[in-house]
């Protein structure tokens, strides 16, 4: 299978008033082409950091490994060099899209920013291309919507505004991080399905950073989960719910509500994720795990082949196990 993005040995660390935080520890990630990848986990687990981190948008005060994006590795270009990929070929649709839209410029003005800074187009073919444009993200009368302000229209409207502006350029790569979290549920599925759709019709290739497994379940076709800052388990998405591997995992599921369930049958992950200002010994997940064991809290596990097409890092299973 061909990769989009090959992550190998990713560090990323953040310097606080209270030392050094590692946000992502020696990470290797390969993000297949042409399919929806989701990542999971629980807030501060490195999903989000991971790729900010990769692209230059987070204030992470250290960042080293290796990450080779259609041949070339991100982590050595420029500041000027990554801003002419993001944006052309990798593309952001993040969680809240009235912090993703300037407030003081029209819709109109900021989509054909983001045409005419890639591509060499004439005002009036980018005012064609940005409302065709609008109308395949479901907006109807393009031409009053470029004329509104993002405050006129609602959040369901200007996350339509911002998956337009994101696969305006025919991105290769498109890393939606949490994209529906703000929004109403009842506009949650119209995203989705927008997503879903540009997949399909452009064969984009898309990471979904999400806590929510009903999403992974919903839309994508390979499955990574993180743990303080690391991958714990990778599995392709029709098998990872019914052969969860890793106890986190398996954790995670337990602890999402089911529909037809009440309050004493949740069951929450006992205590917190670790802090990460220090080396972990061993199993970051020990101090959580129902299957804790003596070598857990001495070797960190690694990543190895439990199953055909899952990979989990997990003494419950000894290297050469499948
Ligand atoms: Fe649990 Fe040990 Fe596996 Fe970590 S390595 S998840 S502590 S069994």
Known sequence: MESILNIQDLNVHFRTTNGQIQAVRRLNLFIPKNKITGVVGESGSGKTQTFLSLFGLSQASQVS??????????????????????????????????????????????????????????????????????????????????????????GGQQQRIIVAMAIVNEPKLIIADEPTTALDVSIQAEILELIQDIHKSHSTSIVLITHDLGVVAQLCDYVTVMYAGQIVEQSITSQFFSNLKHPYSQALMASVPKFDMNQDDLFPIPGQPPVLDHEIKGCPFAPRCPHVMAVCTVKEPSMISVAPNIMAACHLYPQGAS
């Open 65 to 154: 490994g290796k990450a080779e994006f259609n041949g070339v590795d991100l982590l050595s270009l420029s500041k000027s060099e990554l801003n002419k990929i993001r944006g052309r070929d990798i593309s952001f649709v993040f969680q809240d899209p009235m912090s993703a839209l300037n407030p003081y410029m029209n819709v109109g003005a900021q989509i054909l920013e983001t045409i005419l800074a890639h591509q060499s187009l004439s005002k009036p073919q980018a005012v064609h291309l940005a409302e065709e444009l609008l109308l395949s993200v479901k907006m109807n009368d393009p031409r009053a919507v470029m004329k509104k302000y993002p405050h006129q229209l609602s």
